[in-house]
């Protein structure tokens, strides 16, 4: 087992590492070889707007400029929120300990998911521990960060029978909206039958 978490769920503490289930190993993936006429295998490159220009794959990347186009050092530039206070640094979920909270299937079936990791554990008594911990349904929610950054990603960690799973990705806040306008009822007129009219009476 590679480096730990130590998650706390109440009383409940354990540590475990996490692997990543690559989707390539379970779905499978698709590679696509483009040959010339000759057999060769042929080079990604891209074609600029001038019609003329090719450039090969790996050729570009991405700079960060002034409004003059000088290039700026990554390191001097500040993080700030939507507001223009300062952005917090999110430590990683490794340097400290994570807490495990109480989740909903909601808060599943609304996670707009990245990556999926499997949990190691080195006791296979605290597994059970756990596993009998979350069962049921049973769901818990945590940040997760693997690396120090701004923002860190929702969690929801999970059991089945193959083992404890832990999902990352964006829990997607879906507003439902209401109709303010009070609907008024009207009644249905009852309809006038207007009496047909006998000469032969006059």
Known sequence: MGR??????????????????????????????????????????SLLDDGSTLVLNGATALKTVDENN???????????????SAAVLVPSSYDNEVVLND???????????????????????????????????????FVFNYRPDYEGADAILLTNAMGIFVLTGNIID????????????VEAEEEQVEEEMDFGML
Not at 71 to 83: F, G, I, P, R, S
């Open 4 to 45: 730990a978490i130590q998650f706390a769920a109440g009383t409940l503490k354990f540590a475990a590492g996490l692997t990543k289930i690559d989707r390539d190993k379970v779905y499978g993936f698709v590679e696509l070889k483009v040959q010339d006429e000759k057999g060769s295998a042929c080079s990604l490159g």
């Open 70 to 84: 000088r290039e700026l050092d990554k390191k001097t530039l500040k993080v700030v929120y939507q507001d223009g």
């Open 103 to 141: 989740a909903t299937l909601d808060d599943l079936f609304n996670l707009e998911i990245t990556a999926v990791y499997q949990l190691d554990f080195e006791d296979e008594n605290m597994k059970k521990s756990v596993m009998d911990h979350y069962t049921n349904g049973k769901v818990a929610r």
């Open 174 to 185: 879906f507003p439902y909206l209401e109709n303010s306008q009070v609907i008024q009822v």
